[in-house]
């Protein structure tokens, strides 16, 4: 069986609009097939004859040629969680789905999630602020879908899921942000607090303890139902423009008023990831922060946009795990991480 | 103190957590902060439907809470009943949505603010939905005219609306044919 490979995807290799604040968009359509019980209530012939169906609309088609097709069970929980810190799968495909399998772009951009919490869940990620485009890609493949299958869709309700905040587009979009000017002025909470007044979702890097760290933040719709497509990710992108604003300015401020202190402080970010022999998770993302804000400002020009975007993801504990090839401890990773950091900034500075 | 998640082993890890904007503690003990090692960049709403849908019992917008907590009524497809969805919050297939209408729609309407869709259509149901999202809007019209004492404009709306509605019992009558025929052919 082949192993997975670390390797980049487009979004932290490539550069999109709005790239020093926002690091990727996201967007995914939850679909289901008629007369096939959701995943959930299904047996595992069930869901077994779901995976055949789907996989057979897309075999032979134009828009699906390179696609690789890739069962859970071929994974081991390593490989699979570090397709989850790459963004590729969801936890759930990860742990829980009977005949989950996902079907990949080589660029990474497109995928689709089968036996999800629903049958379908097609989703696309690019990098910078590019919503519009991330889901004019999903919708692309949505399309091709649709004429070979029998989606599950109400005249009135729309797309038909299995949770019922997801019923209508069955769509959800997201931004991942980096706000360290609000974070270190102490304005983040102010404004992350209004985006949940206004329906959208805002979350730390981390899922369940969702505490913010390496001042990243997720903002995402909450509603699917009443709001076509269009206006869903064109709302969010204009929440996002605002939040974007308001760094920049509080950027600039920080930048008048601490520039020695800012530069010093990339600097002292860039040693520390060179240099360091133990370091956690946080630690570790929170140095990639400040080196990353150091480079947007032009303190630091040594470093790139896709070093911090690879740097960014190979710290995580499954991409760790899937380059050492085994199954680390905690003190393990944090002796891993440091080595596997200064072999990623030694391939950048050669 | 007691790590929160177990509530058996002495918590050794404490993380200031913010969620949308508010602070709090989360205070783990080792083995259960190293699940939570397991990154989850999911975008999911963490939304308890669990919740919602007890606050709404308890409201009494289901009626009687133990009448509904015994009502037996199945999905036709799946079999699912409406209070196993409320345990596990997830419907069973597609078929629950109009099994359980009556009692979705307040439940969506909640989550959504929005109750009908008005994105996104499949090729193969355009046709339909386009005449009846018309005929909704053909109606809003009406309702309009009449309120503004327009009633030569509104007699014209309600024969429009009267066609349209023929138009679409018509078709049903016609698909209901096609799936007797079908039927009868496959015994
Ligand atoms: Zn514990
Ligand atoms: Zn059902």
Known sequence: ?350 | MLCQECRRHEATIHIVKNVNGKQSELNLCESCARKKDELDFSFEPQFSLHKLFSSMLNQGLYGNREEMLADEKKCPSCSLTFAQFGQVGRLGCSDCVPAFEDKLKPLLKRIHGGSVHTGKVPEKARERVNILRELDQLKDELQEKVQNEEFEKAAQLRDRIREIEQDINRKNAETEDVDHNQEGEEH
């Open chain 1, 1 to 350: 069986m082949k192993q997975l490979e670390f390797n980049l995807s487009r979004w932290m290799v490539g550069s999109g609009p709005e790239n020093d604040i926002v690091i990727s968009s996201r967007v995914r359509a939850a679909r289901n097939l008629q007369n096939h019980p959701f995943p959930c209530l299904a047996s595992g012939d069930e869901t077994e004859q779901v995976l055949n169906k789907i996989k057979s609309a897309t075999e032979g088609k134009a828009g699906f040629s390179d696609f690789q097709y890739l069962l859970m069970d071929q994974f081991s929980e390593i490989e699979r969680q570090a397709l989850v810190e790459k963004h590729l799968i969801s936890l759930f495909l990860a742990r829980d789905a009977k005949h989950g399998a996902l079907l990949l772009r080589p660029d990474e951009d497109v995928s689709l999630m089968i036996n999800e919490e629903d049958h379908l869940r097609i989703q696309a990620i690019l990098p910078g602020l590019q919503l519009e485009e991330a889901w004019s890609e999903a919708g692309k493949l949505d399309d091709i879908l649709e004429s070979e299958l029998e989606y599950a869709f109400d005249e009135k309700y729309g797309y038909l899921t299995a949770c019922p905040t997801n019923i209508g587009t069955g769509l959800r979009a997201s931004v991942m942000m980096h706000l360290p000017a609000l974070v270190m002025t102490s304005q983040i909470n102010r404004y992350l607090g209004a985006l949940s007044q206004v329906g959208l979702m805002v979350r730390g890097l981390y899922g369940e303890g969702t505490e913010i760290i390496g001042n990243l933040a997720q903002v995402s719709n909450q509603v699917t139902l009443g709001q076509s497509e269009e206006e869903i990710v064109t709302n969010l992108s204009s929440v996002v423009c605002q939040v974007i604003e308001q760094e920049q300015n509080a950027r600039q401020a920080l930048l008048d008023k601490k520039r020695d202190e800012l530069s010093d402080k990339a600097w002292r970010a860039l040693g520390l990831l060179k240099h360091a022999r133990i370091m956690g998770f946080q630690e570790a993302i929170q140095h990639i922060s400040d080196l990353r804000l150091g480079h947007d400002l032009g303190l630091i020009k040594e470093v790139d946009q896709r070093l911090l975007n690879e740097l960014l993801v190979l710290v995580r504990p499954g991409c760790l795990q899937l380059m050492a090839r085994k199954k680390l401890s905690n003190r393990e990773k944090n002796l891993e991480r440091p080595v596997r950091v200064r072999e990623a900034l030694d391939r950048h500075f050669a």
